[in-house]
């Protein structure tokens, strides 16, 4: 695994080549890092206090929802995400809907119905 200034040289490289022609127009770039293990979590949080200020959180939601730590300037994104589960105590799970619904047509329009695509 590289270490921050093994990264930062080979970002140097980059912006000396980029250099070369400051005038050339450009779209955004995204530079990212993603942690997935549970060996992760340090490497996440050492990028996290890496990154130029200020930063945007964001935390998706679902089973499978990421914490995203953003850097965003004019000219560069960069992130770095973690599932939520990695930094995150699962308390209650999702449930699906229950519905309680009182009748809103009588039991003759209900019986007309049956059987139909309504």
């Not at 590289?2 to 779209?27: C, F, I, T």
């Not at 004019?74 to 999702?94: K, M």
């Amino acid at each position: 695994m590289p270490k921050a200034n093994e990264v930062a040289n080979e970002l140097r490289k980059l912006a000396d080549s980029l250099d070369v022609n400051p005038d050339a127009d450009m779209v955004r770039p995204s530079i990212s890092w993603y942690h997935w293990s549970e060996s992760h979590k340090d490497k996440f949080l050492a990028v996290a206090r890496l990154l130029p200020r200020p930063l945007n959180k964001k935390v998706g939601t679902g089973e499978h929802a990421d914490l995203t730590i953003e850097y965003r300037s004019d000219a560069l994104l960069a992130y770095a995400s973690i599932p939520r589960s990695l930094t995150c105590e699962l308390v209650e799970p999702a449930k699906a809907a229950v519905y309680k619904c009182e009748p809103i047509l009588s039991q003759l329009e209900e019986s007309e119905l049956e059987g139909t695509n309504v």
